[in-house]
């Protein structure tokens, strides 16, 4: 089984994934954890252009940045990249079965990182709602307190109601990783990299 599976490959799935990745070497609970991006390459990233995004070429493409963020987490070997669709969640003894439309995986831990579009995922407890921070129509989000959904299911990113923002995106799905290291270690847990390193 799987430590944490996330569904969506965009700003927030990949700063969740990236987050739990960057400390695999680092502490002795997070040696040979497991985590899985499932992601059907449809992200709001690959629209834009990006002036206004911290620490990257001004003007990225949205093609260019998610190439990037790719090879960013290939860095690490803990996390898989699979590109699918995920069609249904289930709840099973210890996590979740991810059903896709080509196989399925066991995680312990679910992370919701769809965007605002729709969510056609079929899974026990989810609420959807109207999302009320964007301009456009039928946009929605996901009931949660705290990006928390229930016990082992959380959700980031604009599917948790958050402004269309890349940074605000990407920093939820890096707070549910730290949140998720807490549950780990029952302490406060942030990933720094050190330059000492
Ligand atoms: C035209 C445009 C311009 C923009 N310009 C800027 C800008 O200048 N600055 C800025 O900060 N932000 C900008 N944004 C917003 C930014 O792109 C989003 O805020 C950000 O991408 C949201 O991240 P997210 O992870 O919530 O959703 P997304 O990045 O959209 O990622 C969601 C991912 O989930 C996947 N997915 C959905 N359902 C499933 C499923 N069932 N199974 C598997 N995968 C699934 C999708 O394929 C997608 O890859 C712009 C957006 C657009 C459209």
Not at 5 to 29: D, H, P, Q, Y
Request: one cysteine or more; proline letters at 2%; hydrophobic letters at 40%.
């Amino acid at each position: 089984m799987l430590d944490v599976i996330i569904i969506g490959g965009g700003a927030s799935g990949f700063g969740c994934a990236l987050t739990l990745a960057s400390v695999e070497n680092k502490f002795i609970w997070a040696k040979d954890r497991k985590y899985m991006i499932i992601d059907d390459d449809n992200s709001d990233i690959k629209k834009a252009r990006f002036y206004n995004l911290t620490g990257v070429n001004f003007g990225i493409s949205g093609d260019e940045l998610l190439e990037n963020m790719k090879t960013q987490l290939n860095n690490y070997k803990s996390v898989e990249f699979q590109n699918s669709k995920v069609v249904k969640i289930i709840d099973i003894d210890g996590g979740f079965e991810v059903i896709t439309q080509k196989e399925s995986y066991k995680a312990k831990i679910v992370v919701i990182a769809t965007g605002m579009h729709s969510f056609d995922i079929e899974c026990d407890g989810v609420e959807i709602l109207p999302h009320n921070d964007v301009l456009k129509p039928n946009k929605i989000c996901l009931r949660n307190d705290n990006l928390k959904i229930r016990d082992g299911l959380y959700v980031v990113g604009l599917a948790s109601g958050a402004k269309t923002m890349f940074a605000i995106a990407n920093g939820e799905g890096t707070q549910v990783a730290c949140d998720i290291f807490k549950i780990w270690t029952d302490k406060p847990m942030v990933a720094h990299d050190s330059i000492k390193n």
